[in-house]
């Protein structure tokens, strides 16, 4: 028996059709539910030797892990962080790239009940500090690898909360860092489930996870224990990944797409995952990867399916793969029909946000992907579209992604606990008995939803969520800059590329000596992935009544002339 039948009763095949699994597919745990325990404990008892990752360095090393090795791993970790004084409740950053550390910290801060905080390598100190204050992260576990440790240092007179800071590769880190690989490795593997006060419960939170605004700064999203069994869904029947088969996303750990796709449904349904630890994306050396490897199932968003397209994709043996999906940005007919006449896969969509895992899906083998559409709602959500008055829209008129549920204590497994740990800002996006994604979509007579848009201002761009406000008070700091606003430009590659409408101080002409000055600036100051590709200058910005900019006024004027945006 698979270990996900543990928890939905049945197996996945024994399900006839769409309409079977939405209408039966059912979740059950205990008060205690713990991944880190009533998973890769079983696993690493019941079924030691299984693989369950294949990790690649970009120099081409490879390490394999089993179950029994995670388990042991996690347990050092545990030991390791305990003796440093991290506890259940502890919030504790975590800056590891795709090293196979992260996999072994994650576990073992789920086998204490600290909360992992994961966040991108390129964050600079500014990014750091909203962090750690927002969230009274209290510990850092960070990779040695650049000018991390460096960025993270700049910051650290602004940090309240923060008590120890641990570093990989210790030799490239400044003073103060703890060397996490020492300490680790001199720790014991022995470790028994906590009891008493220091046990925990399946509703305490696992997971903090920063998602980009538009009104403000990032907003914190909480996940408790149990959000891992709502990846049942997305590893075992969206991924449809295959036990002892071998499951591939294209994912840094600093974003939550890690966890839809690295761990939590992947191992539920006994599959390896392949990491491969590489610097930066390249479309054919993926190909050979998933060839040399033999991946059994695949997920990459859409820009990186163009990317792998500009290669000779019929010359690399991809025999192996039965399952390719993606996510991340709407998917268009284009790649789908390359894609499936060079390897003779479709590709199944999915939907989801950082406060959710898979809601809206393309469900191998009871659906068939249709080029354009995301799929039905997947089962276990009761996903709507309203309109703007909250009413349910008919089909084909535009309206919101909403997911019934009257709030945290009857939601289904896998969507948010809270936003930013306050009542208030969980109730304005989750009341009259919905859950309020903010992504528009239609129904088309099939009953497939087609993704529209955001209704606010975040934009998609290579897979990055990106929220106007940090960049616009990036920009604001800038010398030349009086007002900016900043708003996304479709582009065939990467989606949208990043566009900031600038009104310059006076004194301060256009140029491209500017241009450059400002895009530079950006990069230097928050990630760089943020920096505008676009500038744009004006007299003055679009307006509302009150003072509100009117970003939606840009974009439609944009949309007039968006031939040539994007190139570098």
């Known amino acids: 028996m698979a270990i996900y039948e543990k928890f939905t009763g049945r197996k996945r095949e024994s399900f006839s059709s769409y309409e079977d699994v939405y209408n039966n597919y059912s979740l059950t745990w205990e008060d205690d539910f713990n991944f880190a325990y009533d998973v890769i404990d079983v696993l690493g008892t019941e079924k030691p030797d299984k693989l369950a990752m294949l990790w690649l360095s970009n120099e081409g090393e490879e390490k394999r892990f089993s179950f029994r090795d995670m388990m042991l791993l996690s347990n050092k970790a545990a030991n390791f962080f305990t003796s440093e004084g991290i506890k259940k409740g502890d919030p504790v950053l975590l800056v590891l790239k795709r090293s196979y550390f992260f996999w072994v910290c994650l576990?073992?801060?789920?086998?204490?009940?600290?909360?992992?905080?994961?966040?991108?390598?390129m964050l600079k100190a500014n990014?750091?500090?909203?962090?750690?204050?927002?969230?009274?992260?209290?510990?850092?576990?960070?990779?040695?690898?650049?000018?991390?440790?460096?960025?993270f240092d700049q910051g650290y007179s602004r940090y309240k909360f923060i008590k120890k800071k641990f570093v990989t590769k210790r030799k490239n880190a400044g003073e103060g860092w703890i060397d996490f690989?020492?300490?680790?490795?001199?720790?014991?593997?022995?470790?028994?489930?906590?009891?008493?006060?220091?046990?925990i419960a399946a509703e305490d939170t696992m997971i903090m996870a920063f998602s980009s605004g538009t009104t403000g700064y990032p907003k914190i999203i909480t996940h408790d224990f149990t959000y891992p069994l709502g990846h049942i869904m997305t590893g075992v029947f969206w991924h449809y990944v295959l036990d002892g088969g071998l499951h591939f996303t294209i994912s840094d750990t600093g974003w939550l797409k890690a966890l839809w796709g690295k761990i939590y449904g992947q191992w539920m349904g006994e599959s390896a995952v392949l990491v491969y630890?590489?610097?930066k994306f390249d479309g054919l050396d993926i190909l050979q990867k998933l060839e040399?490897?033999?991946?059994?199932?695949?997920?990459?968003?859409?820009?990186?399916?163009?990317f792998m397209l500009l290669n000779d994709v019929k010359s690399v043996d991809l025999s192996s793969l039965v399952q390719c999906c993606t996510a991340g940005e709407a998917l268009s007919p284009e790649i789908f029909n390359e894609w499936k006449a060079a390897t003779g896969l479709g590709i199944y969509e999915g939907f989801g946000q950082t406060e959710t895992t898979v809601c809206i899906s393309t469900l191998y083998p009871w659906m068939t992907p249709v080029p354009g559409c995301m799929g039905k709602p997947t089962p276990g959500f009761d996903?709507?579209?309203?309109?703007?008055n909250g009413e349910l829209s008919t089909k084909g008129a535009i309206g919101e992604i909403c997911i019934a549920a009257q709030g945290p204590a009857s939601r289904p497994r896998g969507l948010l606990t809270s936003y930013n740990c306050s009542e208030k800002d969980t109730n304005a996006a989750w009341h009259d008995g919905f859950y309020h994604t903010g992504d528009t979509a239609y129904m088309n007579e099939q009953g497939y939803f087609i993704y529209v848009g955001r209704n606010d201002d975040v934009i998609k761009s290579s897979g990055y969520r990106i929220g106007p406000f940090e960049i616009e008070s990036v920009l604001l700091e800038h010398k030349a800059v009086l007002e900016a606003a900043v708003t996304g430009v479709p582009d065939p590659v990467r989606g949208f590329v990043v566009k900031a409408t600038i009104v310059l101080r006076k004194g301060y002409e256009p140029s491209e000596e500017l241009t450059k000055d400002i895009q530079s600036y950006v990069k230097a100051t928050t990630a760089p992935y943020k920096y505008p590709r676009i500038i744009d200058y004006v007299s003055e910005l679009p307006k509302t009544f009150n003072g509100k900019v009117r970003r939606v006024e840009i974009r439609e004027r944009d949309l007039e002339k968006t031939e040539g945006y994007g190139e570098e």
């Open 383 to 388: 996903v709507q579209i309203l309109d703007e």
């Open 127 to 151: 990014d750091y500090v909203y962090r750690c204050n927002e969230a009274k992260i209290n510990y850092a576990i960070m990779t040695g690898d650049g000018k991390v440790t460096e960025y």
């Open 277 to 279: 630890d590489f610097d």
């Open 292 to 306: 040399k490897y033999k991946v059994t199932t695949f997920c990459v968003p859409p820009t990186m399916y163009r």
């Open 181 to 199: 690989e020492e300490g680790f490795l001199a720790a014991d593997e022995s470790w028994s489930r906590p009891t008493g006060k220091d046990a």
């Open 107 to 121: 576990l073992g801060l789920h086998k204490i009940g600290a909360i992992a905080i994961q966040a991108t390598d």
